[in-house]
């Protein structure tokens, strides 16, 4: 069964401080990977896709890795802001670009909570 | 440019009561969709839509109906409102595919309570 699980599943932290969120799939076959970000009460809105060939990505303050290998993805925050309070969610999609949409799996999210 | 609207972004309910969740994007994307999201849980595809007349059903599409009659609209109708449809649901729209390497734009929701 295709499954996006995420860890933890929620977060608190010091402003300032860093932290990694995990991600891991059994999505068959892979096609890419995305993390999102949302905001309480609204969408998510996307920091990062990743694809097979791709290991790192940054986007600002935020760095994801994919290891396709053991299914595996991170997402590092680096010298957290308390706009950084969300949910970040990781979303993987398979069966290649002209796939279904039933072929997009949600993970249930990591809240995570900056404390200044 | 507004993106994707949703309406209305709470809305009560009792038991047995339809409804319409609106959805409206101008970025003329063909590509549109409708989620549900319960708490501690991932986004469930509703139903989908991949341009103006052609609609398709997704993982949970029980007790809910779409169309699709122009590029920029896809409602959602819930007929018969149960509890077990209290739920935050998303709409969203993509330009090129379905695959998320085209980028999902989300709307802000519609928090749903069925009493």
């Known amino acids: 069964k295709n499954q996006v699980e995420q860890s933890p599943q929620s977060l608190i932290i010091l402003e300032g401080k860093n932290c990694t969120l995990q991600?891991?799939?059994?999505?068959?076959?892979?096609?890419?990977l995305r993390w999102y970000k949302q905001d309480t009460g609204r969408g998510p809105v996307s920091l990062t896709i990743?694809?097979?060939?791709?290991n790192t990505k940054s986007n600002g303050r935020y760095t994801a890795t994919l290891d396709a290998d053991t299914k595996q993805s991170s997402l590092h925050i680096t010298a957290s802001q308390l706009s950084d309070s969300a949910s970040y969610i990781c979303?993987?999609?398979?069966?290649?670009?002209?796939?279904?949409?039933?072929?997009?799996?949600f993970g249930s999210g990591t809240r995570l909570s900056i404390r200044p | 440019n507004a993106g994707v609207t949703q309406t209305p972004k709470f809305r009560i309910l009792k038991i047995g009561q339809s409804m319409t969740l609106q959805c409206t994007q101008d970025m003329n994307h063909n590509y549109m969709y409708w989620y549900r999201q319960d708490p501690g849980m991932g986004l469930k595809l509703i139903y989908y839509s991949v341009g103006a007349g052609i609609t398709d059903k997704g993982e949970v599409p029980n007790g809910y109906n779409v169309s699709r009659s122009t590029t920029e609209d896809f409602p959602l109708r819930l007929e018969l409102a149960a509890p077990s449809q209290t739920s935050v649901y998303f709409c969203?729209?993509?330009?090129?595919?379905?695959?998320?390497?085209?980028?999902?734009?989300f709307g802000s929701g519609t928090r749903l309570t069925v009493v």
């Open positions: 979303v993987v999609s398979g069966g290649g670009p002209y796939s279904s949409a039933s072929k997009i799996i």
């Open positions: 969203a729209s993509s330009r090129w595919g379905t695959d998320l390497n085209y980028g999902y734009t």
């Open positions: 991600c891991n799939y059994t999505v068959s076959p892979f096609s890419n």
């Open positions: 990743m694809t097979f060939s791709e």
